[in-house]
């Protein structure tokens, strides 16, 4: 995980994450090795989350349901040119 990061140049400081069980001991460690801090989200917070979820659900209505990925490289190449997309170009909403 942190060897992609590294190969891309890409240094992270923190990296948030909730409570769920998936995340055992070995992937805390694994990026606090290369001195990336771990955030938790608190406790029973759902909408601790909000903006991270809002750009899940953004990202599959707006590009990923409409494509057939068929690797993880298509997949991360795909993903990188939505993100500049989505950060540069995509109109923002009117207040």
Same mark, same amino acid.
């Given at each position: 995980?942190?060897?992609?990061?590294?190969?891309?140049?890409?240094?992270?400081?923190?990296?948030?994450?909730? !409570?769920?069980?998936?995340?055992? $001991?070995?992937?805390? $460690?694994?990026?606090?090795?290369?001195?990336?801090?771990?955030?938790?989200?608190?406790? %029973?917070? /759902?909408? =601790?989350? =909000?903006? =991270? $979820?809002?750009?899940?659900?953004?990202?599959?209505? $707006?590009? @990923?349901?409409?494509? @057939?990925?068929?690797?993880? !490289?298509? @997949?991360? %190449?795909?993903? !990188?040119?939505?993100?500049?997309?989505?950060?540069?170009?995509? /109109?923002?909403?009117? =207040?």
């Amino acid at each position: 995980m942190t060897g992609d990061l590294d190969d891309a140049g890409i240094t992270t400081k923190f990296l948030l994450r909730d !409570r769920d069980t998936k995340y055992v $001991e070995g992937f805390d $460690e694994a990026f606090g090795a290369v001195g990336t801090r771990i955030l938790k989200s608190p406790h %029973r917070t /759902p909408n =601790a989350n =909000a903006f =991270a $979820e809002r750009f899940v659900k953004t990202v599959r209505s $707006e590009c @990923l349901d409409h494509l @057939l990925i068929v690797n993880a !490289r298509h @997949l991360e %190449r795909v993903l !990188r040119s939505y993100s500049r997309h989505y950060n540069h170009h995509r /109109p923002v909403g009117l =207040a």
